[in-house]
């Protein structure tokens, strides 16, 4: 007879980490503008230490220096427009 699975690696247990990080869902997050790419379409972001190069919206006019909400999700950030 096998010894039964650890609690960690129960069914419950893996359904329950997935539900919970699904919920995460959208976040705001925010950070510094280094640099913006040529061609407008990306900025370089620093985001607690690490600089991320990071797709924005159209209408953001990204400016060197200024602070920059984004919005994160487990895949993909998007500078959406400078901090008040």
């Known amino acids: 007879m096998s010894a039964p699975a650890p609690l960690t ?12 990080a699904a919920a995460t869902g959208v976040r705001l997050q925010v950070g510094q503008v280094i640099a913006v790419i040529a061609g407008g379409r990306h900025v370089d972001v620093n985001i607690g230490g690490a600089v991320v190069r990071v797709p924005h919206l159209k209408s953001y006019a ?3 220096g200024d602070c920059v909400y984004l919005l994160a999700t487990d895949s993909i950030l998007l500078a959406i427009g400078t901090v008040d």
Do not use: C, N
């Not at 690696?9 to 919970?20: G, H, I, K, M, S």
């Open 62 to 64: 990204a400016t060197v």
């Open 9 to 20: 690696r129960t069914l419950t247990a893996v359904l329950r980490r997935q539900q919970d």
